[in-house]
């Protein structure tokens, strides 16, 4: 089926049966391989929806005040030992983890990709742990962290090491030409978007989400509460746009979910919840105000749980229920009015106005 446009003495053909036949080759792997990035029509509208909802949810490190976190660290008797190096381990831990989580973004999952509207919304998503690293840089340079110590912890704190390497080996695999029509090669990309996703950021980011937002919720360090927030609400994102892309590479690639292959994916999150236990117990060393250690490790096997059960797996424990059902609420940005000047409502109406209507895709 074509269709012809005759403008003046010119004629143009247009064959719609070509463009359906490229629309039905997209694929979240080993689709048609273009440059033209054609986001439309859209495969996967989750995919784009998901950029949206991101898009408006932008931040930026320099609008939020440090005024009152600086005058605290500052403060000898305002703050115990054990709040002090809650933050020290949350610059520490996440300084690298971010970086590491945007790599891998960027140079594994999206370069694999071969769907436009999949290699846009992990854009936004690389974008987004810029953002969060860069949010780390604001937080040292404010309260005036020695940086050096900061790189120092990385290697020196045993449970910081042991967390990055876990989930750079995952990534280091594929870090190379990867043959996808090979099964064990999509096993791993499924694997990696799995530890990245569902281990990574949607259970080890959460013991020290909890504790930074323990003492947010005390009034501590309101500047870095309010960033961690933020996280939080762009790492849900997150932790659904990797589950999402995991679910459509099964669907379109079902050979790859194996009883052996889902039993590998519960032992990488049993792993990823041993190496999380260690570094809550070294975040916490002493029980502190209003933050018992273990209210952070029972929470840690309710949301490994649920992130199993998320992607069709089994649960590692049995009967665990929410110790800190206050950090979900902790998301729950936008019926706030008065948030740093308004500015993020004043982000969603600008890209509400740029936004397309749904329907009219
Ligand atoms: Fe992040
Ligand atoms: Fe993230």
Wanted: net charge negative.
């Amino acid at each position: 089926m074509k269709k012809i446009y005759q403008i003046g003495a010119k004629k143009f053909e247009l064959d719609q049966t070509k463009a359906e036949a490229a629309f039905a080759a997209k694929k979240v792997i080993l689709g048609r391989d273009t440059m033209t990035f054609n986001l439309l029509p859209l495969k996967y509208q989750w995919a784009y929806d998901l950029y949206r909802t991101m898009k408006a949810n932008h931040w930026e490190p320099e609008d939020i005040p440090m005024g009152k976190d600086i005058e605290q660290w500052n403060d000898p008797g305002f703050l115990s030992e054990v709040e002090r190096w809650i933050i020290m381990m949350g610059v520490g831990y996440f300084s690298a983890a971010e970086g590491i989580v945007g790599d891998n973004i960027q140079h594994v999952i999206r370069e694999l990709m071969t769907a436009p509207e999949l290699k846009l919304v992990l854009g936004r998503h690389a974008h987004e742990e810029n953002i969060h690293a860069d949010s780390l840089l604001y937080m040292i340079s404010s309260l005036g962290i020695n940086p050096h110590e900061c790189e120092a912890m990385f290697e020196d704190v045993e449970t910081i090491r042991k967390k990055n390497e876990f989930v750079t080996n995952i990534s280091r695999d594929l870090r190379r030409d990867l043959d996808l029509t090979k099964l064990e090669n999509k096993q791993l990309l499924a694997r990696n978007m799995f530890v990245f996703g569902q281990c990574m950021e949607g259970t080890q980011f959460y013991g020290l989400f909890g504790m930074i937002l323990s003492l947010y919720r005390q009034n501590k360090f309101p500047g870095i509460g309010q960033m961690f927030r933020y996280t939080l609400r762009d790492e849900s994102n997150h932790i659904e746009l990797l589950r999402s892309l995991l679910m459509e590479l099964i669907e379109e690639n079902p050979e790859i979910w194996t009883p052996e292959f889902k039993e590998d994916l519960r032992e990488q999150m049993r792993t990823a919840v041993k190496l999380e236990k260690e570094f809550i117990s070294d975040c916490l060393p002493v029980n502190s105000l209003g933050l018992r250690a273990e209210d952070f490790l029972q929470y840690i096997d309710f949301i490994a749980d649920r992130r199993l059960e998320g992607v069709g797996l089994e649960r590692l424990s049995e009967g665990v229920t929410n110790p800190l059902p206050w950090l979900a609420e902790m998301m729950d940005i936008q019926k706030e009015q008065n948030f740093f000047e308004g500015r993020v409502t004043e982000y969603q109406k600008s890209s509400a106005l740029d936004a397309v209507d749904d329907d009219d895709l």
